[in-house]
């Protein structure tokens, strides 16, 4: 599969500070940083620094730090966000949208933390 990154997409100007953000965290290799159109009274998106489209480009060419680096930053968020379920915390969902028919809008590989309200069945 031929990976095809544009470094024009909005995320890619987030990025370069073309464009701001209200960023939640930063680590060597992710940024998280608030949805501008907010789905529920919690929404992250978290993204690797490095050019990926999508999950399926990242999870085959990224190297193993930055693999690492993205999951542990979803982590610190759902923890900055104080959501991980258990002692009574409330849940969240991950999303990551791909391609056509998964409906991505941005191509560079995001996660959607989203939390702080009941958020329904996963697909209507
Ligand atoms: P997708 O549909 O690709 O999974 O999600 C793209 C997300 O990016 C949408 O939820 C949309 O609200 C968000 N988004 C689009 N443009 C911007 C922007 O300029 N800044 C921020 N913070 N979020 C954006």
């Not at 949805?35 to 050019?51: M, R």
């Amino acid at each position: 599969m031929a990976y095809v990154y544009d470094d024009q997409n909005i995320f890619a100007k987030i990025l370069r500070g073309e464009i701001p953000n209200n960023t939640v965290l930063e680590t060597d290799h992710c940024l998280a940083f608030r949805d501008i159109n907010a789905q529920a009274p919690e929404h992250i998106l978290v993204i690797p620094k490095g050019p990926y489209v999508c999950f399926d480009h990242f999870a085959n060419v990224a190297s193993e730090a930055e693999i690492l680096d993205f999951t542990r930053a979803i982590a610190k968020v759902t923890d900055a966000l104080k959501v991980e379920p258990g002692e009574g915390a409330s849940g969240y969902r991950l999303i990551a949208n791909s391609g056509k028919d998964g409906m991505q809008e941005v191509p560079h590989l995001h996660v959607h933390v989203v939390a702080g309200r009941p958020l329904g069945r996963m697909l209507s």
